[in-house]
């Protein structure tokens, strides 16, 4: 592999500064170590103030915030929900775990997000919930899916777990359906580790904190709205610790630093990558007008599979972590355990063959972003060799 180096370049690393250690160590030396300290509500205001973002309560994941929001909903036996494939299990499962079925609606080819020109042949009179999930941190198209689902009279719950701090039309997610979930794992933009968060409608929020608090009045009682800690639904323990809760305000005074950090990653590849994709060999990602995305990730969509699998291949032989995001669940074991299987949504189908997620991170230098580039470059000089030119 002459020119390029060794050194290994990961498809995560987490930004951590001296400042998640100062407020970590400050919430355990104030010794409030479970949830609702201080902490979990300086990310509240934080969330308030700069996205406008109310009725906001951490959770201990993304797929916690998504159990949250399925008892939220109602949604139970008998009752559907639509939901993309494209996505991870939790998306899924969290509504499953209610004994609902998922119909899965096919994704569009360039945001890799659901097709809402498809959402309305999918609706039955059992369907209960449309699910988006704004894939890459690129919101879904949510003025047409709320309008879908206002008609048929249904609720929209985003999966918004890549899409912190991203906007549609000038609007943040978490503002853009009427029940929202972010994911603050250590993969994501701003992270505690583990961690999440669910945004919901005014109404829902007492219930929300009910079954945040293993389906008892805790928070009233806290409040000091009543003095009788009692049993009121079902819930479970959906809030983090606050000492996590540290590392994540941490994170977040320094949100415009990591997000300028890892946009300008993600420029940097596109613009590394221009000349490849003209010659034909790959799709770069393309943003819809509207959008401002958030840096999560950033894909590219080769021609076949195998030429996907290959650059995987070859990449990682040059420590460079490229990554396969999502097997489609549909066509997965569980999925197949659902009637669903292979050939039912050829979109969904080709981009989970296809789609590759390429190292990024706010700490990512731009000789690393040059490292990767010169990396698929040279498989593609090999590939040609090897294909007589054919790709
Ligand atoms: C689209 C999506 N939904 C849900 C989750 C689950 O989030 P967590 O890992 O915080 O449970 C993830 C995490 O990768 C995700 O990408």
Known sequence: MEGITHKMIPFNKASLSDIEKEYVLDAMETAHLSGDGKYTFKVYDFFKERFGIENFRLTTSGTTALE????????????????????????????????????????????????????????????????????????????????????????????????????????????????????????????????????????????????????????????????????????????????????????????????????NIWYGYLQGLENLEKKGFFQLPSVPEGIIHNGHMFNICLNKAKDRDDLVTFLNGLGIKAYVCYVPLHSSPMGKTLGWDTGMLPVTEFCGGTVLRLPLYADMTYSDVSEVCDGIGKFFREYSKVSGGKM
């Open 68 to 263: 949250m929001a399925a008892i939220l909903t109602r949604i139970g036996p008998g009752d559907e929900f639509i939901v993309p494939s494209f996505t991870f299990s939790s998306t899924v499962n969290a509504f499953l775990l209610r004994g609902a079925t998922p119909v899965f609606c096919d994704i569009r080819k360039d945001t890799y997000n659901i097709d809402e020109s498809l959402i309305e042949s999918l609706i039955t009179d059992k369907t209960k919930v449309i699910i988006t999930v704004d894939y890459a941190g690129i919101p879904a198209e949510y003025d047409k899916i709320n309008e879908i689902a206002k008609r048929h009279s249904l609720l929209v719950v985003a999966d918004a777990a890549q899409s912190v701090g991203s906007t549609y039309k000038g609007e943040y997610s978490g503002n853009l359906a009427p029940i929202s979930c972010f994911s603050f794992h250590e993969t994501k933009n701003y992270c505690m580790g583990e961690g999440g968060g669910i945004v919901v409608r005014p109404d829902d929020l007492d219930r929300a904190d009910i079954i945040r608090e293993k389906g008892t009045n805790r928070r009233q009682v806290l409040n000091g709205m009543t003095d009788k800690y009692t049993w009121h639904d079902i819930g479970s323990s959906f809030l983090p610790s606050d000492v996590l809760c540290a590392m994540l305000y941490a994170q977040l005074t320094r949100y415009d630093e990591i997000m300028e950090k890892r946009r």
